[in-house]
């Protein structure tokens, strides 16, 4: 497994733009897949973004496609979330996550590994 560290987080107003980081530890950062996820409050956990092992293929939740982009530096063990014209609906706590070669929208599975999260505030 691989230990997740977020970073990035912070009050925004509607319309502006955050980068998230998520820095891994572990030798083998280049094999896994990673992804965001992301819970507001009184709402499930859901996904955002997904990269596989290579960076060569993305996958985003409609409701941020266009907005966010999520790409990873594997010499920095290291992945990205950029998120622009931001709502307030984005809002949320927001979870880095890690499994071998991809990683499904609904989360890890029980080799996976997830970060603790940092917190994405968004005003209107």
């Known amino acids: 497994q691989v230990q997740l560290v977020e970073s990035g987080g912070g009050l925004v107003q509607a319309g502006g733009s955050l980068r998230l980081s998520c820095a891994a530890s572990?030798?083998?950062?280049?094999?896994?897949?990673l992804g965001w996820f992301r819970q507001a409050p009184g709402k499930e956990r859901e996904f955002v973004a997904t990269?596989?092992?290579?960076?060569?293929?993305?996958y985003y939740a409609d409701s941020v496609k266009g907005r966010f982009i999520i790409y990873r530096d594997n010499a920095k063990n290291t992945v990205y979330l950029q998120m622009s014209s931001l709502k307030p609906e984005d809002t949320a706590v927001y979870y880095c996550?890690?499994?071998?070669?991809?990683?499904?929208?609904?989360?890890?599975?029980?080799?996976?590994?997830w970060g603790q999260g940092t917190q994405v505030t968004v005003s209107s």
């Open positions: 990269i596989n092992w290579s960076g060569g293929s993305t």
């Open positions: 996550a890690a499994d071998r070669v991809s990683i499904p929208t609904t989360g890890p599975g029980p080799a996976g590994s």
């Open positions: 572990g030798r083998t950062f280049s094999s896994y897949g």
